[in-house]
């Protein structure tokens, strides 16, 4: 069974900053694309940033030039820095896994639970 679990979510004022973490654990043979979104209240759920297994990124118009999306695939962790933080940020963050279970398995997605970003004015 794999789980995706988020973590470093927290209140922080404009201008601050968070490192978002999200851990795939369980029976995992690859992991493709691992993707961040969000949701803030009364709206849809929005891609922030995304990175292939080989490295390439993709962001948000709205967020690029201020989060850094990596990951660390020895550890099956893909990390979001959050830096120059605005109170629009504000929304629960989503962890998005595309892998396999084995060799034979198709590709599937999979969710975290959500971390909850608070930025202040």
């Known amino acids: 069974q794999v789980q995706l679990v988020e973590s470093g979510g927290g209140l922080v004022q404009a201008g601050g900053s968070l490192r978002l973490s999200c851990a795939a654990s369980?029976?995992?043979?690859?992991?493709?694309?691992m993707v961040w979104y969000r949701q803030a209240p009364g709206k849809r759920r929005e891609l922030v940033a995304s990175?292939?297994?080989?490295?390439?990124?993709n962001y948000a118009d709205s967020v690029k030039g201020r989060f850094t999306i990596s990951r660390d695939n020895a550890k099956n962790t893909v990390y979001l820095q959050m830096n120059g933080l605005e109170p629009e940020d504000t929304a629960v963050y989503y962890c998005?896994?595309?892998?396999?279970?084995?060799?034979?398995?198709?590709?599937?997605?999979?969710w975290g639970q959500g971390t909850q970003v608070t930025v202040s004015s």
């Open positions: 990175i292939t297994s080989g490295g390439s990124t």
């Open positions: 998005n896994a595309d892998l396999r279970v084995s060799t034979w398995s198709r590709n599937k997605a999979y």
């Open positions: 369980g029976s995992i043979f690859s992991i493709n694309n």
